[in-house]
């Protein structure tokens, strides 16, 4: 079946800091990829998709490359700011038959930009 | 702007009292997802409408259903709430295809007592 898998967290940082959050897949096919965020008290925001190989997704300084080969879809940021705090999902989108366009989720990287 | 807007932000029900959960969007999308995240978790989807059409997980409790009068409201209704229902629930929008990425509301928590 699908799966994403990520880096583990928590991740701390200190403002300005590189940030990478690496993210692998298990999926038949191509799948489309995503980076989502969650704020603190607040729903999914999509961050960034990628849809096939070699695609470059980039929003707000933060990008991901769909790489086929190694089947990643690592989330890089080049500093960070306090703002950036948040909870970053990676995830998969490929169709379980039908209309249903699945996302799979991976577990979530809770990120912390200190000051 | 466009959006996808829950309410209410914050629910409590007690145990076994039914409670309904509003979503709305203005994107015109023709596919609305309901999501539940319990604590540290990824989402979990309960069900999906693709535009009438309601298509269930096989592993969403039947105590979970849903209502989708129009386009632009979709409703989740947990008939008997349990203390394991506590968790946030999250509205997702998107239009049909695989690559165009879903749009979440801002959820609702809901909390039983």
């Known amino acids: 079946g699908n799966s994403v898998t990520q880096m583990e967290g928590p991740v701390t940082l200190s403002e300005e800091a590189f940030l990478t959050i ?5 999926a038949t096919g191509y799948p489309s990829l995503f980076w989502y965020v969650q704020y603190p008290g607040e729903g999914l925001q999509l961050l960034l998709k990628a849809t096939k190989a070699d695609d470059k997704g980039s929003n707000k300084g ?6 086929k080969e190694t ?4 989330l890089e940021k080049g500093s960070v700011q306090v703002s950036d705090s948040a909870v970053y999902f ?4 490929r169709n ?3 209309s249903n366009y699945k996302l799979t989720f991976g577990k979530g990287t809770l990120l912390t930009v200190n000051p | 702007d466009a959006m996808v807007i829950q309410n209410p932000r914050y629910q409590v029900t007690q145990f076994g009292k039914p409670v309904t959960l509003s979503c709305s969007q203005t994107l015109n999308h023709n596919v609305m997802y ?4 319990k604590s540290s978790q990824a989402p979990k989807l309960l069900f999906h409408y693709y535009d009438k059409d309601f298509n269930n997980e096989a592993d969403t409790p039947d105590n ?3 209502r989708r009068p129009n386009t632009s409201f979709c409703f989740l209704d947990i008939r008997s709430p349990g203390l394991g229902d506590a968790a946030m629930y999250l509205c997702a929008t998107s239009r049909s295809g695989m690559g165009t990425g879903k749009y979440f509301g801002p959820g609702t928590r809901l909390t039983v007592t």
């Open chain 1, 22 to 26: 690496n993210c692998t897949y298990t």
């Open chain 1, 62 to 67: 933060f990008e991901a490359t769909y790489r």
């Open chain 1, 71 to 74: 089947t990643s879809f690592h």
């Open chain 1, 90 to 93: 990676c995830a998969l989108s």
């Open chain 1, 96 to 98: 379980s038959g039908g």
């Open chain 2, 34 to 37: 309901w999501y539940q995240q």
């Open chain 2, 64 to 66: 979970f259903q849903s």
